[in-house]
């Protein structure tokens, strides 16, 4: 079975600066997809990035960047000149490739704080 | 576009009585899925409905139960209720292409079920 883990249960940043959030994961398959999804107090589940298995290179959205590592099975989050509103919960996630991808396996999340 | 929505968004219920959560998916989507969220945890996949029937289930007793309509919307069933049932309930709804490709599923915003 799948599993994702995250080892750091808070993390802050100041505003403008950059922080990293850390993943690991176990699988056997070789091609797969990481996801980062962003939980704001409103509960609701984002999308923030998403990673394909088979591409060397490291996605990239606008602020947001992943650092992946497949052979260490390490898929790490970095977000540049944080701002007040990335302050969530994020969680690293793997979708099981059966039935469209449709469970998600969630690791524990990483309560974000930024302040001022 | 409506996304995805669910009702009701709080609930209070009393150990051993039942409660049905409802969803109605994004525009478009064929398949809803229902995760189970303990407070600062990571959600935890139930069970995925397509086509009106259960595709695939996560590790819960059968207490927890659900259903599809024709018009895709589901419910979430859970009889007997424990106090360990109190938790966010999220709906994720998809659009089903085939087991071999994704789409991105969307979330709503939860029902947060309390049972005292």
């Known amino acids: 079975a799948q599993t994702v883990t995250q080892s750091q249960p808070e993390m802050s940043v100041q505003e403008a600066e950059t922080v990293t959030l850390s993943c690991t994961y176990d699988t056997s398959e070789s091609d797969y997809y990481l996801f980062w999804y962003k939980q704001p107090p409103s509960r609701q589940m984002i999308l923030v990035i998403r990673q394909e298995a088979y591409k060397q290179q490291n996605a990239t959205e606008n602020r947001f960047s992943v650092n992946f590592q497949k052979a260490a099975k390490s898929f790490s989050l970095k977000i540049s000149d944080s701002q007040l509103g990335d302050a969530a919960m994020y969680f690293c996630a793997y979708p099981d490739r059966g039935t469209s991808y449709g469970k998600l396996t969630f690791g524990q999340g990483t309560i974000l704080t930024v302040h001022p | 576009d409506a996304g995805v929505t669910q009702s009701p968004t709080h609930l209070i219920k009393t150990r051993g009585q039942q409660v049905t959560l409802r969803c109605s998916p994004k525009?478009?989507?064929?398949?809803v899925s229902w995760y189970q969220q303990a407070l600062g945890q990571g959600p935890q996949f139930i069970f995925q409905?397509?086509?009106?029937?259960?595709?695939q289930r996560g590790n819960f007793p059968d207490r927890f139960s659900g259903h599809q309509f024709p018009n895709y919307s589901s419910e979430l069933n859970v009889n007997a209720l424990l106090l360990g049932d109190s938790a966010l309930y999220l709906c994720?709804?998809?659009?089903?292409?085939?087991?071999?490709?994704?789409?991105?599923?969307?979330f709503g915003q939860g029902t947060r079920l309390t049972v005292v």
């Open positions: 994720a709804s998809s659009r089903s292409l085939g087991d071999s490709l994704y789409t991105e599923a969307f």
């Open positions: 409905y397509y086509e009106e029937e259960e595709r």
């Open positions: 525009s478009g989507h064929d398949t």
